[in-house]
């Protein structure tokens, strides 16, 4: 049996944080290698569509980048809201400075974070995430026994730094029972449980990360109050009988259709008081930071189909479902919980 979760004594932040930023560099070289951005910018300011079609990128990645760029203070917003070099930017970046530095990102050109980010930026499609061999991409990967294991081991061991800051972070206390979709090795439903001895929770999962989630919890000795139901969360229809809906980590590996589909899937199932508690990295409204999440965001960005998104974003898909934030609260790792209920009449 494993020792109850009760988080580390010493932080880890520069350890999570240095891996969640690891793509970051590689997207500013080609803003500054490939796209001569900031000089294009400084000739004609322009909003994140606008950079779209004058240099031929798809719509989810240049938010990532202009995001990172924002975050970095390299880009800032003009009284009509269009992106600009800010004074750093111009001085450094753009064309024709006495300061110019773009010649010292040159030689990164081809290297293969680089040329995997542009790729993403053409194409819309994750890049070479070091996955299984042949598989496309992170989410074919994780059909693959190896890869799942080594993958859910990753989420695993970041789920033992925010699994208990998120489980004192909510309250499930008049919970019944909770329906982690995407629950990876049920790390979550684990600490909740264990801090809501009331609580029952059942771990969604497709194969073959749902037998991991068995044995981990088998592990807790927590089988008697966790379950697990193997199902493709797009397609199955949800266990029932669960007034709360964690999704951690979860809405970042997908585009924005794709997160409003689990959404209306997930306010379809709860019941009239039930409850969405979205846990995951947050950006600022105004896409200019945090920068942990900017950085983060790449790396998402490159590997997977989504990114992370914003409270406001979050909150303006809820808001269709009939739902509102109703709290939010910070976990652990720069990571942070939404509350989502009905919207009262
Ligand atoms: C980034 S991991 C997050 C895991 C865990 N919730 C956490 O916070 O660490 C996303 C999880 O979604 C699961 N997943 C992806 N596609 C799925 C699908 N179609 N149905 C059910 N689970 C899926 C993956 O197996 C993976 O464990």
């Given at each position: 049996?494993?020792?109850?979760?009760?988080?580390?004594?010493?932080?880890?932040?520069?350890?999570?944080?240095?891996?969640?930023?690891?793509?970051?560099?590689?997207?500013?070289?080609?803003?500054?290698?490939?796209?001569?951005?900031f000089?294009?910018?400084?000739?004609?300011?322009?909003?994140?569509?606008?950079?779209?079609?004058r240099?031929?990128?798809?719509?989810r990645?240049?938010?990532?980048?202009?995001?990172?760029?924002?975050?970095?203070?390299?880009?800032?917003?003009?009284?009509?809201?269009?992106?600009?070099?800010?004074?750093?930017?111009?001085?450094?970046?753009?064309?024709?400075?006495?300061?110019?530095?773009?010649?010292?990102?040159?030689?990164?050109?081809?290297?293969?974070?680089?040329?995997d980010?542009?790729?993403?930026?053409?194409?819309?499609?994750?890049?070479?995430?070091?996955?299984?061999?042949?598989?496309?991409?992170?989410?074919?990967?994780?059909?693959t026994?190896?890869?799942?294991?080594?993958?859910?081991?990753?989420?695993d061991?970041?789920?033992?730094?925010?699994?208990?800051?998120?489980?004192?972070?909510?309250d499930?206390?008049?919970?019944?029972?909770?329906?982690?979709?995407?629950?990876?090795?049920?790390?979550?439903?684990?600490?909740?449980?264990?801090?809501?001895?009331?609580?029952?929770?059942?771990?969604l999962?497709?194969?073959?990360?749902?037998?991991?989630?068995?044995?981990?919890?088998?592990?807790?000795?927590?089988?008697?109050?966790?379950?697990?139901?193997?199902?493709?969360?797009?397609?199955?229809?949800?266990?029932?009988?669960?007034?709360?809906?964690?999704?951690?980590?979860?809405?970042?590996?997908?585009?924005?259709?794709?997160?409003?589909?689990?959404?209306?899937?997930?306010?379809?199932?709860?019941?009239?008081?039930?409850?969405?508690?979205?846990?995951?990295?947050?950006?600022?409204?105004?896409?200019?930071?945090?920068?942990?999440?900017?950085?983060?965001?790449?790396?998402?960005?490159?590997?997977?189909?989504?990114?992370?998104?914003?409270?406001?974003?979050?909150?303006?898909?809820?808001?269709?479902?009939?739902?509102?934030?109703?709290?939010r609260?910070?976990?652990?790792?720069?990571?942070?919980?939404?509350?989502?209920?009905?919207?009262?009449?």
């Amino acid at each position: 049996m494993m020792p109850d979760m009760q988080g580390p004594t010493s932080d880890p932040s520069l350890i999570y944080r240095t891996r969640d930023a690891i793509a970051a560099a590689d997207a500013l070289a080609v803003a500054i290698v490939h796209l001569d951005l900031f000089t294009a910018l400084a000739r004609t300011p322009a909003d994140v569509a606008d950079v779209c079609r004058r240099h031929g990128l798809h719509p989810r990645p240049a938010d990532v980048l202009c995001t990172l760029l924002s975050a970095q203070g390299l880009l800032a917003r003009d009284a009509a809201g269009r992106l600009e070099p800010t004074a750093t930017a111009r001085e450094f970046l753009v064309d024709g400075s006495p300061f110019d530095a773009r010649s010292y990102y040159a030689a990164m050109a081809d290297k293969p974070g680089v040329s995997d980010f542009l790729q993403v930026l053409r194409t819309g499609r994750p890049a070479n995430w070091p996955g299984a061999e042949g598989e496309a991409d992170w989410h074919a990967s994780m059909r693959t026994e190896a890869f799942a294991e080594a993958f859910t081991s990753a989420m695993d061991c970041r789920g033992r730094v925010l699994a208990p800051a998120l489980a004192a972070a909510v309250d499930c206390g008049a919970g019944r029972r909770l329906l982690d979709v995407g629950g990876g090795s049920g790390v979550y439903s684990i600490a909740i449980a264990e801090r809501f001895p009331m609580l029952a929770a059942t771990v969604l999962e497709a194969a073959p990360v749902d037998a991991i989630a068995r044995r981990t919890i088998r592990a807790a000795g927590l089988e008697g109050r966790v379950a697990v139901v193997e199902a493709d969360m797009f397609t199955a229809a949800w266990p029932a009988g669960h007034d709360v809906h964690l999704f951690s980590n979860v809405l970042h590996d997908w585009d924005e259709a794709d997160c409003r589909r689990l959404l209306a899937m997930s306010a379809a199932a709860l019941p009239a008081t039930g409850r969405m508690l979205i846990h995951d990295m947050l950006l600022d409204d105004d896409k200019a930071g945090p920068l942990w999440a900017a950085e983060y965001s790449v790396l998402l960005s490159t590997v997977t189909q989504g990114r992370l998104y914003s409270a406001a974003e979050i909150g303006g898909w809820l808001a269709e479902l009939g739902f509102e934030v109703v709290a939010r609260a910070p976990t652990a790792l720069g990571r942070g919980v939404l509350t989502g209920s009905r919207r009262r009449c």
